[in-house]
């Protein structure tokens, strides 16, 4: 897939980073893989320091991990982690939909509209690339509501938090095969709220929608041993 897409004149370690963190969200690496300079150089055709450079910026944002004497290697992120981070991801989204059912324009709405309606036919014809796409049209949903709510301050957090949420969402997205039939179905719940000018509704379909994101991702990590679950259930705050 990349071999045909190396690199000509656009050569700076930032569209290096921004290639490799595609690569990362698509689901190309596994969590905890060993990340190769050798590797990366054949896939995108550049030389090694761009290659470098974007790497350390990887392992700044805490994408990768370095350990020394080894490399790098995908973050593989701990059950506290996860929890950590759609703690606060389901706080901040849901305020960012609460704000937007307020201040969102219809333009925007119509959007998230057309994105969802791209989306069902993607699913319908069932495409063999199709987890790429949907995942990248899930980022756009998201990403309109967070515009919509007109709030930099809650833009400039998520932002904070975005490659944390790309590398778990990729765990549960590419072990749940049925993962994007639910997803559409959540969206449009939370669509009908933001268009009804709802607030209260769209901040709790927002949340429902995360948490019952960070379920799947915890039963697929258990499924793969990616991490350990403990024996003490995590209260889910939309559990009966």
Do not use: C
Not at 26 to 34: D, H, M, R
Not at 78 to 100: F, M, N, P
């Amino acid at each position: 897939m990349y071999g045909t897409g190396k690199f000509h004149k656009e050569t700076t370690s930032m569209a290096v980073y921004r290639h490799i963190y595609q690569l990362v969200v698509s689901g190309t690496f596994k969590p905890g893989e060993w990340i190769r300079e050798r590797q990366l150089k054949e896939m995108l055709g550049v030389s090694s320091t761009p290659i470098r450079e974007a790497l350390k910026m990887l392992v700044q944002e805490r994408v990768l991990e370095s350990v020394p004497h080894h490399g790098v290697r995908l973050s593989n992120f701990s059950l506290k982690e996860i929890e950590d981070i759609y703690v606060l991801r389901a706080e901040l989204e849901g305020l960012a939909a609460q704000l937007a059912a307020k201040h969102g324009s219809v333009e925007q709405f119509n959007q998230m509209e057309k994105i969802l309606l791209v989306v069902e036919k993607i699913i319908q014809e069932n495409r063999e690339d199709q987890d790429s796409e949907l995942l990248k049209l899930n980022n756009e949903f998201h990403d309109l509501i967070i515009e919509a709510s007109r709030n930099h301050a809650l833009k400039n957090s998520l932002n904070y938090l975005r490659a944390g949420i790309d590398i778990i969402r990729v765990m549960s997205w590419k072990r749940n095969s049925g993962r994007s039939f639910e997803t559409i179905h959540q969206h449009q719940q939370i669509l009908y709220a933001l268009k009804a000018r709802d607030p209260y509704l769209a901040r709790v379909r927002t949340e429902e929608h995360i948490w019952e994101s960070v379920k799947l991702v915890l039963q697929a990590a258990k499924e793969a041993k990616d991490i350990s679950i403990p024996k003490e259930p995590i209260n889910f705050p939309f559990d009966n």
